[in-house]
Nanobody, 118 residues
């Protein structure tokens, strides 16, 4: 069983920045960020394999960056120029193998709320 602990969410104003972190209790997993806005389905944000292969959703480009520190088993999501439509619960996920865009990850964090006010 892999534990995922997310942190860094909060209430911010439009245009502000936040950095989310997700630390896993084990190594050698592909790690991903998803988000779920009120009334919407959970959607893929970004992912990084243990070897450093990355993939991200189109809306990430230009405002969000993501990275991982394998020595700390930690995945990061730096979110800049936040918009009200970024309001969602952000979930960290981990799984073996290649990046999955769907929800086929073995382990999920509890989620961290990001609220962006206008």
């Amino acid at each position: 069983q892999v534990q995922l602990v997310e942190s860094g969410g909060g209430l911010v104003q439009a245009g502000d920045s936040l950095r989310l972190s997700c630390t896993a209790s084990a190594s050698d997993y592909t790690m991903a960020w998803f988000r779920q806005a009120p009334g919407k389905e959970r959607e893929f944000v970004a992912a990084v394999t243990w070897g450093g292969t990355t993939r991200s959703a189109d809306f990430v480009k230009g405002r969000f960056t993501f990275s991982r520190d394998n020595a700390k088993n930690t995945l990061y999501l730096q979110m800049n120029s936040l918009k009200p439509e970024d309001t969602a619960v952000y979930y960290c996920a981990a799984g073996r193998g290649t990046i999955q865009l769907g929800r086929a990850y073995d382990y999920w964090g509890q989620g961290t709320q990001v609220t962006v006010s206008s």
